[in-house]
DNA sequence: CTGAAAGCGCTTACAG
DNA sequence: CTGAAAGCGCTTACAG
């Protein structure tokens, strides 16, 4: 039935619809100006050749590949996937496309995914990890930083969740359920050293001491497991644990658990980012929301905004991050 | 010092360099038969341009994307990360470039993912999720199914692990162990029909009776925890449980926990896949290992083979699992 | 080793 | 509402 021959072009649909190649690119792209009757025919010779419009022609002729590009950083790291959800639905009334890539995925071909976006000539970048030295970054197109980076991209949006107040946030209900030794297990990136500061903020504030464990140079359980393991014999005092995000936090319950320590009822601890992990029966872990679905829509309107005003200035968007209870945490076992 | 007109084209180099624009192409694709004082002048040129080649221009005249799409379900359920792995390196050779899309992403300008892919152009096509019967499936191109599916795809290429044999090493592991009582939390997709299998083979061969509760559809840790939570009530008996994966597993853990069961003395609990998840700290979980990296390439390898030999019978490449012993398993408590 | 020419499959004005 | 023409930025033979 279907021939392994040439693919069906714009040509053949023409001439199988009997009108000219222009009136087919009308229909493809919804287009009122063509009559039912030819748009019919055209419908129908597109299905019954099993046409598919090239992208790469529509985007050299067209001048517009109609994608935006995301980098993230890893797919393990789950942040993303809101993210991606939020642009998608804010993206969505513009019909841009979104191509995903994280740093290996194609290094075996370009070294920085980002040069493999620019030569599909995406309308807009999104850079969801850290900004390397390295990367060209383009200044012919929007270009929007999204989460809290140490590095700045000159002429760049930023749009990141207020990462001190989530952490002053959780540090606050700490204390008012009572804790005064609270510990903070912290890591190497943008995101850490702002929660620290948060941490450490709302410490001094209520005049109790602040004991930051920062673990080098990832996030991930098992650094939090090991923070956590110093925190314990550097501080047994401790009654409470602010972990750096969800992961690190399930190392601290491993942590407590091999010290014999129950949670919440000897150790209350809490975790950040909300992810699909902290809202599980084994951890019902309370921890920050920093609305990363809100921030891809965010994220998505200011592409579109720069991309209507190619010169308006570089906009910086916080968005505020929210507590989410759930039952790792209970007043202290001993009230000092 | 960069102005935001018009993008450097293959001309601007070429004149830049004082070559010809067909030299410049040669250049970018690196050529051999190019001498070394033009090359270098060619590359300053490019440099002193920011110039990027365009992959729409480069497509559309060379006829070929040089990418491979990969269809994914979820960017939650990691088992694709290995996959990608596996695959990259065994695609770096070739020089093809790997593009992602899960089922959503872009389900705003195109219902069906594969729909984008084939207007890119790729060079062949990996589902690594459920086929579905509304995808019209290419018949010019390579495809590969990854991992068992419920759906066959006429004339695709088929690489997955042995899950019914994954299974069945699981639970005579379980068996060995002094097991006799052993459930099974089960799914609704392709792998979970064959490991059931592979679970209930085991253990009629032992002369245990087999318990299967199967939650439907989902594999999530809440589906687990509903399931062991049946499980433990219909069978309290049961000192072993085999999970349909490891986030199964960890509800699993959770509903033993929720009743007081600890793990592994009182029982034995056995995840599937070897996520992350199951080394952690946290989970030490005993699971088994489908090895998706091997799995990425061996279909980067059928790939290859189908680019090179479009008329070779389809394949169907199954890979033996193996199990990972960690913390999750014990003699049974009271041996009958 | 290098250059001129044709063509890939579309979109975009521009006439009718 | 519809068609003929030019052109997007490359690659690929094909001559030299």
Redesign the pocket.
């Known amino acids: 039935m279907a021939q392994r021959s ?6 053949d649909v023409a001439q199988a619809a009997g ?8 229909v ?2 919804g287009s ?4 039912q ?2 748009r019919t025919a055209v419908l129908a010779a597109i299905e019954a050749l099993d ?4 992208q ?3 985007t ?5 590949s109609q994608t935006v590009g995301v980098v993230i950083d890893d797919y393990t790291n789950l942040w993303f996937v809101e993210l991606l959800r939020g642009l998608q639905e804010g993206l969505g009334e513009a019909g841009l496309r979104i191509a995903v890539s994280d740093r290996t995925l194609n290094a075996h071909v370009q070294a920085d995914p980002l040069e493999g976006f620019l030569s599909t000539r995406v309308e807009a970048l999104v850079v969801a990890t850290e900004p390397t030295e390295t990367m060209r970054y383009p200044n012919q197109i929007p270009l929007v930083v999204a989460g809290n980076r140490q590095r700045q991209v000159p002429g760049s949006d930023l749009a990141a969740s207020d990462d001190a107040l989530g952490a002053r946030l959780a540090t606050e209900y700490l204390i008012a359920l009572g804790h005064r030794h609270i510990g903070h297990i912290s890591g190497g990136d943008g995101p850490s050293a702002l929660r620290r500061q948060g941490y450490t903020q709302a410490m001094l504030a209520a005049g109790y001491e602040p004991h930051v464990i920062t673990v080098m140079p990832q996030t991930t359980e098992e650094h939090g497991y090991r923070g956590a393991q110093r925190l314990f014999e550097e501080h047994p005092e401790s009654t409470a644990v602010l972990a750096g995000n969800d992961s690190m936090a399930m190392g601290v319950l491993a942590a407590a658990r091999d010290r014999g320590l129950l949670v919440p009822q000897d150790v209350s601890v809490i975790g950040y980012d909300n992810s699909p992990l902290s809202g599980t029966h084994l951890l019902r872990l309370t921890t920050v929301d920093s609305r990363n679905r809100d921030l891809g829509l965010q994220v998505a309107e200011q592409i579109l905004s720069k991309l209507a005003e190619p010169d308006r200035a570089a906009q910086v968007i916080q968005l505020e991050p929210r507590l989410i209870e759930r039952g790792s945490c209970h007043t202290p076992r001993t009230t000092l």
Not at 19 to 26: A, E, I, N
Not at 51 to 54: G, V
Not at 60 to 64: H, I, Q, S, W, Y
Request: no cysteine; proline share 6%.
């Open positions: 040439r693919r069906a072009t714009i040509y009108v000219s190649k222009s009136l087919v690119s009308l493809l792209r009122p100006n063509v009559s009757a030819r046409y598919r419009p090239s790469a022609a529509a050299l002729a067209g001048g517009t």
